[in-house]
């Protein structure tokens, strides 16, 4: 798919949205056909380890471009990026959006599994000057090769939905699944622990999913549809319970006035 493409609601878009949709409603065998088409189609790559590890942050591809099945060209992202995601030259900053280290490391199994090779952990959150490290995929440096880019629908995202989609049915595929993902996030070396393809469990595929999504999708606001989805009554890391106050939005007050919606 032609980058250009991607910031246009295309056909593999309108696929993964379904997706999306089918697996709201429950209907988990058609969100699988919908998210295995657009696997199979496979018409987005997987970012290649050299455009995430390079040294100079101005050519790291930190938001995984090729990937985005649908993404917006943010054009302001830099001030976004500048109030949320930095610390001022290392004062404090009131407004800051990042977990502090032991989440972290909790997120990414950093002490759990050694799973620090994980080039999100490694290139996601650096430190800015500050005591904590910062979360950095949507930083926007200086001549940057990847600017304004808010990724919207990821290929790993179709993974996440058809794995979770086969963990009743075939939850030792589901892990291969999970495992491809895993791979193309710097954890394919012998030494560090994959999944276990062979004597997966429902269980155990769910909280898989669960565990990964929650490191791929920090910052982009898809988990909140997945603790809503599986009716959390508290979402990780948050004081607040999470019913229905915080689940379902007020109705927009123009489509009350306009829409004689109450």
């Known amino acids: 798919v032609r980058s250009d493409a991607q910031i246009r609601f295309n056909y593999y878009a309108a696929l ?13 065998d058609s969100a699988r056909i919908c998210a295995e088409q657009v696997i199979n189609d496979d018409k987005f790559s997987w970012v290649h380890y050299t455009s995430v590890t390079t040294s100079h942050a101005y050519e790291r591809d930190v ?34 959006f990042s977990p502090n280290e032991a989440k972290i490391l909790d997120i990414y199994e950093v002490n759990t599994a050694a799973l620090g090779g994980d080039y999100r952990n490694q290139y996601w959150y650096i430190y800015d000057g500050g005591a904590e490290r910062c979360l950095a995929k949507f ?11 808010m990724p919207l629908i990821r290929k790993s995202e179709m993974y996440y939905i058809a794995a979770e989609s086969y963990a009743n049915s075939d939850p030792n595929y589901a892990a291969k699944l999970l495992n491809e993902v895993r791979a193309n996030r710097g954890l394919a070396n ?34 909140f549809y997945y603790y809503k989805r599986h009716g959390y009554e508290t979402i990780p890391g948050s004081a607040v319970s999470a019913g229905r106050d915080v689940y379902v939005f007020d109705m927009p007050e123009n489509e009350i006035e306009f829409g004689d919606r109450k």
């Open 16 to 28: 993964a949205t379904l997706a999306r949709v089918y697996q709201w409603e429950g209907n988990i």
């Open 139 to 149: 930083w926007q440096p200086e001549g940057g090769r990847y600017l304004n880019q």
């Open 63 to 96: 938001l995984f471009s090729p990937e985005h099945i649908f993404r917006l060209y943010y054009y302001d992202m830099e001030s976004a990026a500048n109030n949320y995601f930095h610390t001022y030259s290392g004062q404090e900053n009131p407004s800051l």
């Open 190 to 223: 012998e030494t560090i622990p994959i999944l276990d393809t062979w004597n997966a469990t429902p269980e155990y595929i769910n909280n898989e999913v669960y565990k990964e999504m929650r490191k791929e999708l920090i910052g982009e606001g898809q988990m």
